[in-house]
Nanobody, 123 residues
C-alpha cells in the first residue's frame, strides 16, 4: 500500500525558514508527480506546489519566490523548502500523489495522502 509520511513542521518566527519532507514507502517515488498542499483551520485545502516525475515544478502564487520543491530519488523523498515565512502560511501541510507522472490539474485527482505536518508561523 502506498504510504507518504510528512515531517519537518514546527513553530517558526515570521521571516524564518522550514524544510518539509515527504518520504515515500512501498512505491518508487521517482516515477510519479508529488504535490504539496496545506489546510488552515476553517479553510479549504489548497495546492502549494507540485513536482512531476521529470522535475517540472509548479507553484501557487502564495509561495512563488519563497517556496522551492525538490526531490531526492535516492532517498525516495520530496522536499518543500519554505523561506520568508509569514503568519498566513500557518497550516497543516500534506503531500500527495495520484500515481501519475504529470502533476494533476485538480487536487481531487490525488488519491494517496500523508497525514500532514503542522507549520505555525508566529512571533
Amino acid at each position: 500500500q502506498v504510504q507518504l509520511v510528512e515531517s519537518g513542521g514546527g513553530l517558526v518566527q515570521p521571516g524564518g525558514s522550514l524544510r518539509l519532507s515527504c518520504a515515500a514507502s512501498r512505491f518508487t517515488l521517482s516515477y510519479y508527480a508529488i504535490g504539496w498542499f496545506r489546510q488552515a483551520p476553517g479553510k479549504e485545502r489548497e495546492g502549494v506546489s507540485c513536482i512531476s516525475s521529470s522535475g517540472i515544478t509548479t507553484y501557487a502564487d502564495s509561495g512563488k519566490g519563497r517556496f522551492t520543491i525538490s526531490r531526492d530519488n535516492a532517498e525516495n523523498t520530496v522536499y518543500l523548502q519554505m523561506n520568508s515565512l509569514k503568519p498566513e502560511d500557518t497550516a497543516a501541510y500534506y503531500c500527495a500523489t495520484s500515481l501519475r507522472s504529470a502533476c494533476p490539474e485538480s487536487r481531487h485527482e490525488y488519491k494517496y495522502w500523508g497525514r500532514g505536518t503542522q507549520v505555525t508561523v508566529s512571533s
